[in-house]
Antibody, heavy 118, light 110 residues
Framework: EVQVVESGGGLVQPGGSLRLSCGGS????????MNWVRQAPGKGLEWVSY????????YYADSVKGRFTISRDNAKNSLYLQMNSLRAEDSAVYYC???????????WGQGTLVTVSS | QSALTQPASVSGSPGQSITISCTGT?????????VSWYQQHPGKAPKLMIY???NRPSGLSNRFSGSKSGNTASLTISGLQAEDEADYYC??????????FGGGTKLTVL
């Protein structure tokens, strides 16, 4: 069974940093491109970042460019999101999401909540 | 990276059909056949319902169907059931080499 499980969320002060992790199982992690997608409380989905299967290519939403860094360790079946200079508007549930064959997300984790507040 | 445009809400009675629209531009929906649709129940993760405009994942009910015309994609749910009540999001690949979502549509089954 395919599973992706996020961890690392929590409460952080504005300007602070947080590192999210995502573990994949039930599939060959190194074969798949991965994403982070977030959802602020009561709001819609927002794509955050993408990384190719071999880490050659990374893309970011304009709202996080220069502050967030996506990475992965295929040996550990893990995806990461390093979030720096956090702002109140970064508060959201962050989902780890596997890309299917053609720019659609076929598996989502259950999400990890990040709250940026003093 | 503007969001795709969806109606805020739609409603229908059990057994009826409804259609949710999703409007973008030639840089996203109109330029690529990479439109997908997701269903999200409260407190749950989204679930893939349609990919590549009109394809259903294995095992998904054929009551769900997708289409596209120009810069607008549509999700149709036929034979509405109570469990279809949820939020629905469209998404598309964009020429910015990213993914863009719609603002979401709340479906109410009356």
């Amino acid at each position: 069974e395919v599973q992706v499980v996020e961890s690392g969320g929590g409460l952080v002060q504005p300007g602070g940093s947080l590192r999210l992790s995502c573990g994949g199982s039930g599939f060959t992690f190194s074969d798949y491109n991965m994403n982070w997608v977030r959802q602020a409380p009561g709001k819609g989905l927002e794509w955050v970042s993408y990384i190719s299967s071999g880490s050659r290519t990374m893309y970011y939403a304009d709202s996080v460019k220069g502050r967030f860094t996506i990475s992965r360790d295929n040996a550990k079946n893990s995806l990461y999101l390093q979030m720096n200079s956090l702002r109140a508007e970064d508060s959201a549930v962050y989902y780890c999401a596997r890309f299917g064959g053609s720019y659609h997300i076929d598996y989502w984790g259950q999400g990890t909540l990040v709250t940026v507040s003093s | 990276q503007s969001a795709l445009t969806q109606p805020a809400s739609v409603s229908g009675s059990p057994g009826q059909s409804i259609t949710i629209s999703c409007t973008g531009t030639s840089s996203d929906i109109g330029g690529y056949n990479y439109v997908s649709w997701y269903q999200q129940h409260p407190g749950k993760a989204p679930k893939l319902m349609i990919y590549e405009v009109s394809n259903r994942p294995s095992g998904l009910s054929n009551r769900f169907s997708g289409s596209k015309s120009g810069n607008t994609a549509s999700l149709t749910i036929s034979g509405l059931q109570a469990e279809d009540e949820a939020d629905y999001y469209c998404s598309s690949y964009t020429s910015s080499i990213t993914l863009v979502f719609g603002g979401g549509t709340k479906l109410t089954v009356l």
